[in-house]
């Protein structure tokens, strides 16, 4: 069975232009760690067509999903999927998004019109929400100045703000009926969802969404309508004006 496609959204912080500012400074203050970015950027560049130089790109922090809770196309992911390790691609779920495409508006069919690249990507908690039950899938988006200038300009002064993730799932679970569609090739949807079926309001209050599993990242992009209100950065950083 082919794997359902899910887009998720959120707006990003500050922009920083890496051509002076250290990538892995920008890591440790939004996600903790080293990124290895300058010793597979060159290898990914060749593939996706865009500079191999690391000082080309604006990284873009952005708070991209939420666990657990769904956005308005109807789609969310625990806590326990993402950290579910995936032994087809050797690490966990959320980490497949690292190294993948960033594109404008999904325009993801042909991963050589890709704007940059995913460099990094963690997990953060949420401090002042939900008593620590939920966390923040924060990704440091690349885009290169040299493939396309117009967007990167847009992204540093702000107009351009809102992104999109997309991720392949392999089944979903419907929030009312705990029903799982997905796991087996006659699986039928519920009443209550059906794939890429927004998320909505029941009568009796309750929100009718899917629980994604077994999911893989493919890219993120610039768009102009967020389905995550959190996927939107407030915060853009330009080394060139440090």
């Known amino acids: 069975m082919e ?6 959204f959120g707006f990003g912080q500050t922009a920083v232009q890496l051509n002076k500012y250290q990538v892995d400074d920008v890591s440790h203050k939004f996600g903790g760690g ?12 060749r593939e996706y067509h865009i500079s191999p130089k690391i000082e080309d790109y604006v990284l873009v922090p952005v708070p991209a999903m939420w ?15 993402f950290l579910r390790f995936n032994p087809e691609m050797g690490m966990q779920s959320f980490k497949t998004f690292r190294g993948k495409p960033t594109f ?3 325009d993801n069919k042909d991963y050589t019109k890709a704007k940059g690249v995913i460099l990094d990507v963690f997990l953060r908690p949420i401090k002042k929400f939900g008593n620590g039950k939920f966390y923040k ?10 493939k396309d ?3 990167v300009n847009t992204i540093l002064n702000g107009e351009n703000n809102a992104y999109s993730v997309g991720f392949y799932y392999k089944a979903y679970t419907c929030s009312i009926c705990n029903k799982t569609v997905g796991s087996g090739p006659r699986d039928q949807p519920c009443s209550h969802t059906l794939p890429r079926k927004g998320t909505y309001r029941q009568n009796d209050g309750r929100l009718v969404y899917r629980h994604c599993h077994d999911v893989v990242g493919f890219e993120c992009s610039s768009v102009v309508n967020p389905a995550y209100v959190t996927a939107i950065s407030p915060i853009l950083m330009d080394p060139s004006s440090l």
């Open 104 to 106: 404008l508006e999904h």
């Open 67 to 81: 666990t657990s809770i769904p956005n308005t196309n109807g789609d969310s992911v625990t806590l326990q999927e």
């Open 3 to 8: 794997p359902f496609k899910a887009e998720s």
């Open 149 to 151: 200038p117009m967007l």
């Open 137 to 146: 899938l924060v990704m440091l988006l690349a885009y290169d100045r040299t």
């Open 34 to 45: 080293n990124v290895e970015a300058n010793l597979w950027l060159p290898a990914a560049a």
